[in-house]
């Protein structure tokens, strides 16, 4: 037997800090490696390893940030759409106009590629795993249409906001998932165009 120290042992819980893996950019790292990771394989099969494999981190900084899968699942969803910077832009303006400027951002976020597959992902996911799909609503529910009916001056604002919610997924699965044409090829100034009016009347009208 040599003389040499035995090792300490390894601590449980959070993973010592270096700069690698707790710098000012591991939190966008994760989400990022997130993102990519529901895009590739869905709900059902990332994990949280996974995501932390891919962002070069400790599992455990991924549950230090976001919690359990959920939680990063709904923080991917948030990123996607940015409903803090966006959602005054749309309602900030007043009525007049809400649904075009609800529709035309809806349909920006699905147009761009960087933000298109990970929403892919989450609308596959939500169809066929009520984890995924609860985390969906519980997103829509509290971070979107809440604060969207929050500011509709109508009766029944929240089951306004719904109904246009439930117009712009339904868009979104026929375009982009299922891809039925003429829809899925249809320019979308046109689809904008012809949404607005809906969504306007949803959610201003008495």
Do not use: C
Not at 1 to 10: K, L, S
Not at 141 to 148: A, D, F, K, V
Request: hydrophobic content about 45%; aromatic content about 6%.
């Amino acid at each position: 037997m040599t003389g040499d120290a035995a090792p300490a042992p390894r601590r449980r819980g959070r993973p010592a800090r270096t700069e690698a893996s707790e710098g000012p950019g591991a939190r966008e790292r994760i989400l990022q490696a997130a993102r990519t990771e529901f895009a590739e394989r869905g709900y059902d099969k990332t994990t949280v390893r996974g995501i932390a494999k891919a962002a070069d981190v400790d599992a455990a900084l991924v549950h230090h940030y976001f919690g359990t899968k959920d939680e990063v699942f709904a923080a991917a969803i948030e990123v996607s759409f940015e409903p803090a910077m966006v959602i005054p832009e749309i309602l900030g303006k007043g009525t007049e106009g809400i649904g075009e400027r609800l529709a035309r951002y809806f349909i920006s976020v699905w147009e761009n590629p960087v933000s298109r597959a990970p929403l892919l992902a989450i609308i596959r996911s939500a169809l066929t795993h009520e984890a995924a799909a609860k985390v969906l609503r519980t997103f829509v529910l509290r971070r979107l249409l809440e604060r969207i009916a929050a500011d509709l001056d109508v009766p029944d604002p929240k089951f306004r906001a719904e109904l246009a919610a439930s117009h712009m997924i339904g868009i979104a699965i026929l375009r982009y998932v299922i891809q039925v044409e003429p829809l899925a090829s249809a320019d979308p100034e046109t689809i904008v165009a012809m949404v607005a009016p809906t969504l306007q009347r949803y959610l201003t009208e008495a």
